[in-house]
């Protein structure tokens, strides 16, 4: 269904940007796992805005509650309802948005589909909808981390031409958060800072690419045929606001070898099957082979600009439109937290899956 | 689950390469279609191997039967199966690959999940289970046709560096059959095919990027979070055997622009609301916009080459595999029909949904 | 997935009958319904304890807040969160479940299951848990009415050995609400209070049967095969809290009869199809045939008593326990608002799937 | 979806009583499970028509062909296809059904939803729909019975007012299959048989009841709201052709009980937990609880009768109809593999779901 996202480890979100609250229910986690609050707030800070210099000011606390499905301090095998409160409601500020449709936002196509849209904010089409999806995320994460001895990071590995140097088996977290940028190579990471506030001067904004990483996924995760675990990571990735394309492993560079080029030799050590090589980005078939998972997200410079645009109003009559207020100059540095949290939900569901099918958590 | 795909409109895949036949059922498909074989049988025609000199030679009717849901040639709104009878068993031609993982293939990893695999041609991880895909896209497609008024196709855009000059809004269905290649580009076609045939003398393969098309989708197809239209495009062409990335629109490319050179204006005629730039690809905020919806998807190298390459047997240990006998030395050709039918499969799945929540078409 | 009903309008609860609330998510709702707390309260206040005598003292205003999904009191397609306080929250009351497990309830199956349990009144195995249901099934029952006509209701139909005299056709809503034991049969109804009464001063518990009804349902509702329209309605009942039986139509009477005197014949009647007999309760294969949909639903007594009774500890040593405090002794009256709600997720459900793949709304 | 059943092992079927077969895909089935036609064979044979002189002469051998999922006699994990052709197709023998409905079947109600219908011999609607059902079954009973040490199976307790005195906890498969009427009674099946045999020549028909019984169920099985394990059995057999009610453990006469005398006292032996009586009906809460798991399933009179009936035609006129050929005057004994099939259905999908949420078997 269009609010829910995975089969065994199910999360559902609900909200819009301004209204009661955002928040999410978590279906299918295994009972007994310790969980407060305190395991959700830090990933949930990681995304808010307002925390640097170069993402929007809007204040947020973001402050989560656990409203169920937890007793004592530990997870119950029933649902847990994670509730966010709106707090920064300036409806004056959208006024115009009630009239007109931004440019390449999802104004138009929500009155297309619906006949109705929330035009406080971008409504359910806001980012401020990933939150649920972070709540959510920190849970599997904690799930793979604790039970499955799998870790998920990311970080932003390119801003518009500025690309930085990076090794998706010895990345670290740390190294992510060094910087505002959440960017592990930090001569990048200061030119990619610059670069954003430059823009944010300017009223535009850049797009990059966000790296997704996964390390210590045992071989055996992941479907043969349509649930492949690279196409449910695609089709994470490809939910995200704003991302526009997404490769794994050797990805669209692959098409410049050959197949003697391309292809990953096995080899035994110690027993264990490993490949030398790691073009495949650590899954074959659509099933993990025990090496690093690593892919590529693309997201495109966001639509809200501080400038003058064309676009139409809600009578469909030509009109123009100049943002006001407070934007988001780039999005990378707030989506690492949110292309953590999608991956941790694809892996910890298909742990689960296999798990069930298989009487085994993978080889 | 992992062999369906779909909610409303599904399709569930059957079938290893070598064993009883390949199949699907289709459930939700809407009665009262007019629909025999012949319907089904030219996509498959353009999916089967042998059908020119640059795919591999295998020899498969890949002859269609309806074994159930349609009464005096039309659909009763009851599950449609269909079944097509694999012929071409050599198991003899197989009998090393029941001793060594392939490399880059799927061998290892179907070990590693389920502790057992069917080694004759690469079982259910055989390029051959995209037949049931494309007999029940066939269906998608035709309900597209005559029901919605979309157009569905696809072509190959590039094999290795070669790229074809291409313009999705123009493009015809005879022009991507003009040729073997699938490339409607008829000089960059003959570049195509010269290149594969000079992979398929070494032993090698070549891997490149089919180009998908969707016009005449109206607005408001695709729904909000997890299952906006790109993202479920997106899985599934993830989900393609050999694929390794996918973008929308603008896509990669679109990183290199700001904000104000990326949004599509919007501008009004005649009472309708188009765009005047389409570097969405045809949708915002995961719902389309009315305009041509176009991606590419990026496939490798195939993994069978026939050449000596390092591996390791089924009881780790260390060797040497050389391919034998017929392989494709590209799949960019056969891909083509595939991924028509996994877009057309996305989109009428939408299609009802839109129909079941809004009560209407899409405007 | 376990805390989620319904395919197309889907409803999601989560919570505990002690903990921050119980709540539920609805997907799928249509757009542009007008919904405010006011549509779905009196359906909550006629399920809420300590609304009369003959129910559990226990004090919960339950009062709903409407937390997503509409604006300017209309739905907006997006997924519409309910959320209900927990206000009566005395865990001393339960000190002595935290040691036991109380007969016939489900303490002692969820701790098999978990390893852990909310042992504060019930957890999620408590009768709160149907606000959710209830409070969803508004919003579906509103739909019902004003974009179907159909009319979803039942009633108490018996309790123990007192039956009641009722006709599905011409029973109405005031009828039902013309006293506390909600049976449309005033004489049944006082030696049903009575009974109740009798049973609430000896601590113990009565159960019976509600008799479900919907009118108005066009021909052409419900799938075939495992979607058969009483096969949902059956789990949906067989999900309630007491449910111990399910039987539509002629139900386990009609297995007296032969299949001369069993059939409904077929008749003609200005242009429309109507039978003269109604034994098959209104679907025939699955599929509703335009006639009255009735149906019966069997509770037993409640297992919460305040009488002593053997049981074991969460030691697994032989103990007794004596129920203290407050008891529901029947819950039939309070279960029919739930009956109806589940009737109404049912039907709606049904109606957007006949949408989606017959393209009208039954005939 | 409609023709799909199950989460985690999911049988789809698909076929109509006339056409070219009958079939089901079975996803999810573990793999290494030694698996040949001979498994599911004999379970066919107990279903199929023409197999004793109470049933229905029609002949079909329903010879079982594995199209796909195994290799050298194990599951590999993958979708496991069955195909039975069909046989005796007699278009001739159906002519006045294609201008008449039959009533109390699914002939009106068919084209009320779809416009269409199979009008030879009951399309989908024919209880041959329930081969597909008793295939995968017949893999899920093995699983059950081989990995999970659990018995299922069923007999008729009742036909019309003739009642078996029956126990489910001793009751065997020997006494089920010792005489054709499969009642475990030999008196009582004695009496039903001679009764059946009455029918038949009076060319009408008689239901009754089916018993079901599931034992070595662990406790923990079940899910505690929607899927409760009675909700998905009660679901289960209300999509059987003919079934007109459930109930499980009192049941529905349990409503005459008072609360202490209905709860299940629980003791402790050697260290496991057990009740002394068994009215719950081996479930609390929607979970097992390790006692015997017993359900009754009401059966019609089925619709098919060989006297005169009135009715109405495609053109909605009145007319008569008379039932000719070939009739199953009373469904009970072909019943019986029916409902133990969609019994280990059901427990094997919770068997999985459990093992994927709690990481164990169930205690």
Known sequence: MPNSFGHLFRITTWGESHGGGIGVVVDGCPPRLALTEADIQPELDRRRPGQSRIVTPRQESDTVRILSG????????????????????????????????????????????????????????????????????????????????????????????????????????????????????????????????????????????????????????????????????????????AAKGFDIGSGFGGILMTGTQHNDPFRARAGKVATTTNLSGGIQGGISNGATIYFRVAFKPVATVMVEQETVDIHYRNATLKGRGRHDPCVLPRAVPIVEAMTALVLVDHALRQRAQCGNPGT
Chains 1, 2, 3, 4 share one sequence.
């Open 70 to 241: 937890t007793f004592e301090g530990k997870t119950l095998g029933t649902p847990i309802c994670l509730l966010v409160q709106n707090e920064d409601a300036r409806p004056e500020a959208y006024s115009e948005m009630a009239e007109k449709f931004r440019p390449s936002h999802a104004d138009y196509t929500y009155v297309a589909k619906y006949g109705i849209r929330n035009w406080q904010g971008g409504g359910r089409a806001s980012a401020r909808e990933t939150i649920g999806r972070v709540a959510g995320g920190a849970i599997a994460r904690k799930i793979l981390r604790e039970q499955f001895g799998v870790e998920v990071l990311s970080y932003v590995k390119q801003v518009q031409r500025i690309q930085a140097h990076t090794d998706p088996e010895t990345v670290t977290a740390p190294q992510v958060e060094a910087n505002i940028a959440r960017c592990p190579d930090p001569q990048a990471a200061e030119r990619m800072i610059k670069l954003i506030e430059k823009m944010r001067r300017a009223g535009d904004s850049v797009g990059g690419i966000v790296e997704g990483v996964a390390r210590g996924v045992p071989a055996g995760w992941g479907e043969p045929v349509f649930d492949k675990l690279e196409a449910d990571l695609a089709k994470a990735m490809l939910s995200l606001p």
